[in-house]
């Protein structure tokens, strides 16, 4: 039995396939389209999932969309009345897309599906899809779930437990109060954009000291000892306007939102640092209350706020929960496949046996291209490469430029789902290397140096440099370096504040330690990527270290590449020194010149 899940029309819309239990495939559009975010009807990603499982639409047993319209609809109203006269500009800003296709789901599915599928459509709740996406591939019989996120219909957090093939939701936080959109809108407040730059506050927290919490808990969320809250809602502005915060949030901390693109000052940071706090406080009381109500071990996460690795890691070692696992597409994208799984289980109610390898499949379900079609591409972009017929001997020579200090774009095998890249569509290199996080920002990616890096470490050898015993094969926890590796700074090293905190080496792996002796974990084992696995093994043989560091494969604003052209433009437009498409191996002196570099860099918005 084929079920197809959609999410779309808010944003990073995305479709995943299930069959009969199983995840065949799962995409988001904006890797089709190379537009961030893309919230369109994902008819890249529907064909793409079709065309993987290798059947037409005719042949879907049923249709499942993330959300119920209606209800959403009737939150848009209610929450215009209780603020009108004010909020009708935005109210008609969002109409036209109401009445031209949200309220029209079924015949904007039947249109996407080119007229020929004539099944049955369901609807799950948003929270039920997030829930769902965060049990149905866990390997736990049971689990306490939670979903944390800035708004589905009204829901904006609610938590549930998992048993088999149920999932049931007990108790939900509603609309306004949500802790989604007030990290969002601090997000706002500090120049970002909302629903894609929080990784950036994220980062940027570590740089700042907390001074703010104490106001952001006296004025702005009254957070309750079983973690649920509310917000002031005179402070903010998104239920009636086009921004998130208004005067009275300026006035209570102390001036207008920064500009985007401004410079980064102390204040930033420290109010990074405030609301990451605050944040990370609620998600820990929460749990604790969850983990009182249920008395289950196993907890759950899902929703954009799972996506907060630093909170994610202090759920892991602070809570009273022994196992963790969080959907890797915790944001909408997610959403898709939650509402195929769900449908199989809880709607066709069908057995569910946990998959203790990994019902995610490493969240490896995306696109991927043969030899062949790679070595097509590549021959049409003009690109002078080496094939390798042994998988070893490639892991040999990219290993080498690894440890001759060279960043290396990786393209092979079925793409992430989700936001982290885990190694397929990945720039890496070498940990050890002081400069490796600035050349990486400055020259590759072209964004802000402050940003840190994340490490790959081959699964079993976590713990001897992070205190981390449990797997994180999906980049989503943060753990601290261990004691031991640390380097202690000097006096003077000490002093330093700011970005400036980057100048210190922090630990024998510069590259991936941020400023506050923490680092973003993704543990590789072989089970899960062969390919990157044999990379990281040839690495350790080479060098000894079993770690590399991984960024995804795009440069600032843009979406991961996507197909083997994607990543020889990106290469050939960026400071990458070695380029692997599947079995192939190029290498930055030996490509004939290419123009169009501006123009490539300038057609991306920054987050
Ligand atoms: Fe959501």
Not at 371 to 397: K, T
């Amino acid at each position: 039995m084929n079920i197809l899940g959609i999410s779309a029309f808010y944003h990073d819309s995305a479709a995943a396939l299930v069959r009969d239990g199983e995840i065949i495939a799962a995409a988001q559009e904006e890797r089709f389209t190379r537009i961030k975010h893309d919230e369109r009807f994902p008819e890249n990603a529907v064909r793409y999932c079709l065309e993987e499982a290798g059947i037409k639409p005719s042949e879907l047993d049923a249709v499942v969309f993330y959300e119920k319209p209606l209800l959403k609809f009737e939150r848009l109203l209610e929450t215009y009345l209780a603020y009108a006269p004010r909020g009708l500009f935005s109210f008609f800003r969002a109409m036209p897309q109401w009445l031209q296709q949200k309220l029209h789901l079924p015949r904007e599915i039947d249109k996407g599906l080119g007229g020929d599928y004539s099944g049955p459509i369901y609807f799950t709740t948003h929270h039920e899809a997030h829930a769902a996406s965060a049990f149905f591939p866990s390997p736990f019989d049971d689990a306490a779930i939670i979903t944390l996120d800035g708004v589905g219909e009204w829901t904006t957090s609610s938590w549930g437990v998992g048993r088999g093939n149920r999932v049931e939701l007990r108790a939900e936080i509603r609309f306004p109060h949500s802790l989604g959109l007030l990290y969002s809108a601090f997000t706002y407040y500090c120049g970002f954009r909302v629903n894609s730059g929080e990784y950036k506050l994220m980062g940027l927290a570590p740089y700042g000291e907390p001074r703010f919490a104490d106001l952001i808990r006296e004025h702005l969320i009254d957070v309750r000892e079983d973690g649920s809250f509310r917000l002031d809602l005179r402070y903010f502005n998104y239920c009636q306007g086009l921004t998130m915060t208004n005067k009275r949030f300026d006035r209570l901390l102390g001036g207008p939102p920064r500009k985007t693109d401004g410079p980064l000052t102390q204040r930033d940071m420290d109010l990074a640092a405030s609301i990451q706090l605050v944040t990370e406080q609620v998600m820990l009381k929460m749990a604790e209350h969850v983990h009182r109500e249920t008395g289950m071990e196993n907890l759950c996460l899902a929703g954009g706020v799972a996506l907060n690795c630093v909170g994610n890691g202090r759920l892991l070692r602070e809570s009273s929960f022994k196992h963790l696992w969080i959907q890797p597409a915790a944001g909408d994208a997610g959403g898709a496949l939650g509402a195929a799984l769900w449908c199989w289980y809880q709607q066709m109610d069908q057995p569910r046996k946990p998959n203790p390898a990994d019902g995610q499949k490493g969240s490896y379900l995306g696109p991927e291209f043969t030899a062949r079609e790679s070595q097509r591409q590549l021959d049409a972009s003009g690109a002078v490469y080496e094939s390798f017929s042994s998988e070893d001997e490639l892991a040999d020579a990219v290993a080498d430029e690894l440890a001759s200090g060279k960043v290396v774009g990786h393209f092979a095998g079925r793409a992430e789902f989700g936001p982290r890249a885990l190694g397929h569509r990945s720039i890496l290199g070498d940990p050890r290397r002081r400069d490796m996080q600035t050349r990486m920002n400055v020259a590759i990616k072209f964004r802000e140096s402050f940003r840190p890096f994340a490490p790959s470490v081959m699964d079993g050898r976590q713990s001897e440099y992070f205190d981390l015993d449990a797997e994180s094969p999906y980049m989503l926890i943060v753990a601290p370096v261990r004691d031991e590796r640390r380097r202690r700074l000097t006096p003077a090293e000490e002093a330093l504040s700011g970005v400036e905190k980057l100048k210190a080496q922090r630990s024998g792996l510069p590259a991936v330690t941020h400023v506050d002796y923490s680092a973003r974990v993704q543990t590789l084992s072989q089970e899960r990527s062969p390919r990157f696995h044999r990379i990281l093994r040839a690495f350790e043989q080479k060098t000894g270290c079993p770690v590399l560091v991984n960024t995804s494969f795009n440069i600032r604003g843009e979406p991961i590449v996507h197909t083997p052209a994607d990543a020889y433009r990106s290469f050939m437009f960026t400071d990458m020194d070695v380029l692997v498409v599947e079995n192939c191996l190029l290498r930055k002196g030996a490509q004939p010149a290419m123009a169009g570099a501006a123009e490539y860099k300038q057609q991306f918005k920054a987050d």
